[in-house]
C-alpha cells in the first residue's frame, strides 16, 4: 500500500491553479471590452434606434407584468428610500435624544440620508429591478437565438440591445431618484414630527440649515453612475448567458451579486474622494 500527500494524489494543483486565475482575468478582460464596445455603440443607438430607447425607458420606469401592478421600478425604490427614511428618523431621534439633542434629527435626515444610505439603497432597488430583468431579457434572447438572428440580419445587437438599455437606464434613473429622495425626505420628516412630535420648526430648520446643494447634485450624479455600472453589468451576463434556462437563472444570479460589489465600491470611492478631506460639515454652539 503506498502513501503519499495530498499534492502527490494531485500533481497537476499547481497548473489547475493557474489555469483558473488566467481564466478569471481572461472573463474581466472580455467583459471590459465588451462594457467599452456597449458605450462606444451609443451614439449609434441614439441615432438608429430611439424608438427602442423610448420604448425600454417605458419599460424600466413603469415595468411590466406583475411589477407594473405595483407602480414598477418607481413605486419599487420609492418604497424602498421611504422605509430608510423612517428609519433615520427613530434612530436618530432615540440616538440623539440620548445625549439630549434631539433637536438635530434633521441634521442626521439631511447629512446621512443625501451622502450614503439613500444612493446605496436605490442602487440596490436598481440591480434588483432593472438589472435582474436586463439579465432575464437578454439571457432568454440568447438561448433562443435571438441573438444571432438579428447579427444575421445585419443589425447591430450590442448597440441594440445593450447600448440602448445604458441609455435608458440612464434616462430613468435621474428622475426616479429625485422621487426617491423626496419619498425618503417625508418618511423621516412625518416620522420625526407626527411620531415623536417635535416640533416641525425645529425639524426644518436644522434640516434646512445641513441640506447642501451640492451634497445633492453629488448624490445624482453618484446615482448615475450607479445606474450606468448596473446595466453595463447586466447586459454583459444576460449577453453571454449559456446553458440553457437553468444558466440564464445563473447569470442574473451572477449578475446581481457582481453589480452589488461594484456598486459599494463604487459608492466607498466617490464618497471618500468628495467628502474625505473635509465633508463641508461644520457643527458649533
Wanted: charged share 10%; hydrophobic share 50%.
Amino acid at each position: 500500500m503506498s502513501g503519499g500527500t495530498a499534492a502527490d494524489r494531485r500533481p497537476g494543483w499547481p497548473l489547475n491553479a493557474v489555469h483558473s486565475g488566467v481564466d478569471s482575468w481572461n472573463r474581466v478582460g472580455a467583459q471590459i471590452k465588451f462594457n467599452a464596445r456597449s458605450v462606444r455603440e451609443i451614439g449609434i443607438a441614439l441615432v438608429r434606434y430611439r424608438t427602442e430607447i423610448l420604448r425600454l425607458i417605458a419599460q424600466m420606469s413603469l415595468g411590466t407584468g406583475a411589477l407594473a401592478l405595483i407602480g414598477g421600478t418607481v413605486a419599487v425604490v420609492g418604497f424602498m428610500t421611504m422605509t430608510t427614511g423612517a428609519v433615520i428618523a427613530v434612530q436618530g431621534y432615540n440616538e440623539l435624544s440620548g445625549i439630549g439633542v434631539e433637536a438635530m434629527t434633521g441634521f442626521i435626515s439631511a447629512y446621512v440620508n443625501v451622502r450614503i444610505v439613500s444612493p446605496a439603497v436605490a442602487g440596490i432597488g436598481l440591480a434588483a429591478t432593472i438589472g435582474a430583468g436586463a439579465t432575464a431579457q437578454l439571457g432568454a434572447m440568447r438561448i433562443a437565438d435571438e441573438i444571432d438572428a438579428l447579427e444575421v440580419m445585419a443589425v447591430r445587437s450590442v448597440a441594440y440591445l445593450v447600448s440602448t438599455r445604458v441609455v435608458a437606464g440612464v434616462v430613468v434613473v435621474i428622475p426616479l431618484y429625485c422621487v426617491a429622495m423626496v419619498c425618503a425626505f417625508l418618511a423621516a420628516r412625518f416620522g420625526t414630527t407626527g411620531f415623536y412630535h417635535q416640533s416641525t420648526g425645529v425639524y426644518d430648520h436644522y434640516f434646512n440649515t445641513f441640506l447642501n446643494s451640492s451634497d445633492l447634485l453629488w448624490s445624482l450624479f453618484t446615482v448615475v453612475l450607479m445606474g450606468i455600472a448596473v446595466m453595463l453589468v447586466h447586459t454583459y451576463y444576460g449577453y453571454t448567458a449559456t446553458g440553457g434556462p437553468a444558466g440564464v437563472g445563473a447569470a442574473v444570479g451572477r449578475s446581481v451579486r457582481t453589480s452589488l460589489i461594484v456598486l459599494v465600491l463604487l459608492l466607498l470611492a466617490i464618497a471618500l474622494s468628495v467628502y474625505g478631506q473635509s465633508g463641508n460639515f461644520h457643527l458649533s454652539g
